[in-house]
Nanobody, 124 residues
């Protein structure tokens, strides 16, 4: 399993970014996929998850601002982030797990597979 994130960067508060995660080495469409983040000195925080059926789950801190989606034909996971805040600054990781019974945003930080991360920095 290989997960490669891209799309991070620096933006001002209120701006938007779209993260992508290119997946390979497994049946992408049948796994639970998600994003988690970690800021310096803070615990990992699950951000969003999407099941094989397209059902989604979000952390309260991002609900209404972030949207998780996937393109099975492209083996790619996305995270559209709007109305970004300085507190969204963190390294963002893509994660995957075959266990659909635990497909929740709060579980993403301990999924079986994760990428190397992409940095998101939001300035005020």
């Amino acid at each position: 399993v290989q997960l490669v994130e891209s799309g991070g960067g620096s933006v001002q508060a209120g701006g938007s970014l779209r993260l992508s995660c290119a997946a390979s080495g497994y049946t992408f469409s049948s796994y639970c996929m998600g994003w988690f983040r970690q800021a310096p000195g803070k615990k990992r925080e699950g951000v969003a998850a999407i099941g094989s059926d397209g059902s989604t789950d979000y952390a309260p801190s991002v609900k209404g601002r972030f949207t998780i989606s996937k393109a099975n034909a492209r083996n790619t996971l996305y995270l559209q982030m709007n109305s970004l805040k300085p507190e969204d600054t963190a390294m963002y990781y893509c994660a995957a797990d075959p266990d659909e019974d635990d497909c929740y945003s709060g579980s993403t930080d301990h999924f079986g597979y994760r990428g190397q991360g992409t940095q998101v920095t939001v300035s005020s």
